[in-house]
């Protein structure tokens, strides 16, 4: 019982550093493609032009000029493809490589021990990063496959001498990769955490100031390609006051509150938030579609009303937002830093006429409108 909880226990922690580190598990398995495609490329050129002038290589030279062909064009489709490239490229390779070499060591040099056959068994379940089992099966698949066309067609002095090889090269390439694949999972989930130490606000789990400008330089630059819809200041109201009256424990707990608040919103509306600092937060808005972009900063309003974290100093007697908004043109290239001065001022508008408002900035002017919900600012 207690080797079936430990073995579940692993697979599901498996399970979750591969989940959680995708993108790196990805890449790794690309970037490993891509060196073993060159060196493989450049290996079998070079023995088809051995073969040009050692007699004993001659009748091999079709095999190792189309394997390099092979190669080099899967490299490039790498090269040119790769945001399509998955896990089932490396399994291709290797695939493709134990078999060339089987078929090449049963039918053409029969008499000769598969070395490149036992180091592909060896390196294959060290150098891939995918669930523990498939690469097993797919190992064992390889060894099950080797040792068939051997005993069929391999010199009978050779075979016992294969079998061994073939299933030690086996035994230790599991177990070594079992090791190495857990140890490289580990570093990528330190590099994650540590990630996100750097770019979390400790005290509400959104984003931090830091990751709002990464933000700004990665749109920027074209490497963040989602929409971005409208910009925000939020602020919570009176906070000063709320802190004064019960103090800064109880207001690291209202920002706790509110943090967790504005995180489960950020599924529902398609919005980022980030803790800018002390009472301040910003969001993005990401979705394109939306027709009234006030409703949306307002139901942040309802929501935060909804928490009813009492606040008896103030006249409504619960923590409240005010919320000022920049409208961003669909195509436009945006100024980050002017979007905040704007939100900025159109927040100032909410405070000014009322607080526990969203209040929208564009480019003509009415004065706010101390009644409503949303009004327009001078520019």
Avoid at 70 to 75: E, G, P, Q, S
Wanted: hydrophobic share 45%.
């Amino acid at each position: 019982m207690k080797l079936k909880n430990l073995y579940t226990n692993e697979v599901y922690k498996e399970k979750q550093l591969l989940a959680d580190n995708y993108e790196k598990v990805v890449d790794s398995n690309n970037d490993f493609t891509k060196v073993i495609l060159k060196i493989g490329g450049f290996c079998f050129f070079m023995l088809f032009i051995t073969s040009m002038f050692i007699p004993s290589y001659y009748n091999l030279r079709i095999v190792y000029f189309s394997v390099f062909l092979i190669l080099a064009a899967f490299y490039l489709l790498i090269k040119l493809r790769e945001k399509y490239v998955g896990i089932w490229s490396i399994y291709v390779v290797f695939t493709a490589a134990v078999v060339c070499f089987t078929l090449t060591g049963s039918f053409i040099t029969p008499n000769d021990i598969g070395v490149m056959v036992l180091a592909l068994l060896l390196t294959f379940p060290i150098i891939v990063l995918d669930k523990s089992i498939r690469i097993i099966l797919t190992e064992f698949f390889f060894l099950v496959f080797y040792i068939s066309m051997i005993y069929l067609h391999k010199a009978p002095l050779l075979v016992i001498d294969e079998i061994v090889n073939s299933i030690f090269s086996f035994v230790l390439g599991v177990t070594l990769g079992e090791y190495f694949r857990i140890v490289r999972l580990k570093n990528f989930e330190l590099e994650r955490q540590a990630h996100i130490r750097e770019t979390t606000d400790v005290l509400t789990q959104l984003f931090n100031k830091r990751k709002l400008f990464d933000f700004f330089i990665e749109y920027e630059n074209g490497v963040y390609k989602e929409p971005v819809t409208a910009m925000s200041i939020l602020d919570i109201d009176d906070f000063k006051l709320y802190n004064d009256t019960y103090g800064h424990q109880t207001g690291d707990d209202c920002l706790r509150q509110i943090g967790l608040c504005l995180k489960k919103l950020e599924g529902i509306y398609h919005l980022t938030f980030y803790r800018y600092g002390g009472e301040e937060f910003v969001a993005v808005l990401h979705d394109p579609d939306i027709a009234d972009i006030s409703s949306v900063f307002e139901k942040i309003n309802q929501a935060v009303r909804n928490l009813n974290i009492s606040h008896s100093a103030v006249s409504k007697g619960v923590v409240t937002v005010s919320i000022g908004v920049v409208p961003i043109k669909y195509n436009c290239k945006p100024n980050f830093e002017q979007l905040l001065d704007n939100a900025d001022k159109a927040l100032y508008s909410a405070k000014r006429t009322g607080k526990d408002k969203t209040v929208i900035f564009c480019d003509d002017f009415n004065e706010p409108d101390i009644h409503g919900h949303y009004s327009r600012v001078h520019t």
